[in-house]
């Protein structure tokens, strides 16, 4: 998910740009103000953190994009790709190293793992809003 601060800084084409030219598939993708229902849902681990109530009217606070993205190693190499949590903390070359400053304004959020990239996915969108197809370089990018 793009959050709210790079749809405003318009980070959109840039860091889907990365995401494409890396060789990973977007198959599912929206432009949406996350109402606070989903956005407590989203971040449900998080609940009763300190930061909790900051992170959700933030996300809230205007368009985000979520987006499912496909490929091999895609959910690791996604958070690498996003780097730290803290973009004082994340490597230049990262999104968030390039383009952040403040954990709470940390540009883009990446799953952490397979059960909650089913579990986001599933609360962002529904089944056909999700396509399987072939990107036409995939014998160009998998042996
Ligand atoms: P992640 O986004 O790198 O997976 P998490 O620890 O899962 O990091 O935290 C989710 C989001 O909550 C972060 O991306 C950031 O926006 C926000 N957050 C986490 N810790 C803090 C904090 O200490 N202050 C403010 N916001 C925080």
């Known amino acids: 998910m793009i959050k709210p601060d790079g749809v405003q800084r318009g980070?959109?084409?840039?860091i889907i740009q990365r995401i494409?030219?890396?060789?990973?598939?977007?198959?599912?993708m929206r432009l949406s103000v996350m109402d606070k229902e989903r956005a407590e849902k989203h971040y449900a681990e998080h609940a009763g953190k300190p930061f909790y109530g900051d992170l959700v009217e933030f996300i809230t606070s205007g368009p985000s994009v979520q987006m499912v993205v496909e490929g091999k190693g895609v959910i690791s190499a996604i958070r690498k790709m996003n780097g730290a949590t803290n973009p004082a903390e994340a490597a230049p070359g990262t999104i968030r190293g390039d383009f952040g400053i403040e954990?709470?304004?940390n540009v883009i959020h990446g799953s952490d793992s397979p059960e909650s990239a089913a579990r986001e996915i599933a609360l962002h969108f529904s089944d056909s809003?999700?396509?399987e197809y072939?990107?036409?370089d995939e014998p160009w990018l998998y042996e």
Not at 11 to 14: A, E, K, S, T, W
Not at 20 to 28: D, L, Q, S
Request: hydrophobic content about 40%; proline content about 0%.
């Open 11 to 14: 980070l959109v084409g840039r």
């Open 20 to 28: 494409e030219e890396k060789g990973f598939k977007i198959v599912a």
């Open 103 to 105: 954990t709470g304004r």
């Open 129 to 131: 809003e999700i396509f």
């Open 134 to 136: 072939k990107r036409i």
